[in-house]
């Protein structure tokens, strides 16, 4: 069930994945976050112990080798993981990456990407979390896991 708005600003990113989460939306654009809009973000699926989410990663991503750098690579890790975590935070909470770990397995081309993330465990202050990512034909490209600052939001704009 959608969360009752409190009359007081939100982090509209942190709303829109919890609503959508709530709702059990599938195949819907995260278009609220421009980090989230550069790899095209979709959630996909989701359950409460793992969302999926599609991005899409371009030409202007690849390095001289034809293969999506690893900074991209990372993003979409980054990106899965603050997602997960997002949906589960209340009303005027948001989160920031403190550390990110991400192992490359193989190189993969410029297209359509899935990662699988969830949540390990969420603390008063710091969460922790994992995703796996994975090409357009199932291949396993990289893992990752993080650490993530809970922060309240102060001053927000509506």
């Known amino acids: 069930m959608?969360?009752?708005?409190?009359?007081?600003?939100?982090?509209?990113?942190?709303?829109?994945?919890?609503?959508?989460?709530?709702?059990?939306?599938?195949?819907?654009?995260?278009?609220?976050?421009?980090?989230?809009?550069?790899?095209?973000?979709?959630?996909?699926?989701?359950?409460?112990?793992?969302?999926?989410?599609?991005?899409?990663?371009?030409?202007?991503?690849?390095?001289?080798?034809?293969?999506?750098?690893?900074?991209?690579?990372?993003a979409m890790l980054d990106q899965?993981?603050?997602?997960?975590?997002?949906?589960?935070?209340?009303?005027?909470?948001?989160?920031s990456t403190i550390s990110l770990n991400v192992n490359i397995l193989r190189g993969a081309l410029a297209g359509s990407f899935t990662a699988r993330a969830g949540l390990d465990k969420i603390g008063g202050r710091v969460a922790f979390t994992h995703a796996r990512l994975y090409d357009s034909g199932g291949a396993f490209v990289a893992t990752g896991s993080s650490s993530l600052a809970i922060l309240e939001e102060r001053g927000m704009k509506t």
């Open 2 to 74: 959608p969360e009752k708005s409190t009359g007081q600003a939100d982090n509209p990113t942190r709303r829109f994945i919890s609503e959508a989460v709530a709702e059990r939306r599938v195949n819907t654009p995260i278009d609220v976050n421009p980090a989230f809009m550069s790899f095209r973000a979709v959630l996909l699926e989701c359950s409460e112990e793992e969302l999926v989410i599609g991005f899409t990663a371009g030409e202007e991503t690849t390095q001289g080798n034809g293969v999506v750098g690893g900074g991209a690579v990372a």
């Open 80 to 95: 899965s993981m603050a997602i997960a975590l997002l949906a589960r935070l209340k009303p005027r909470q948001t989160c």
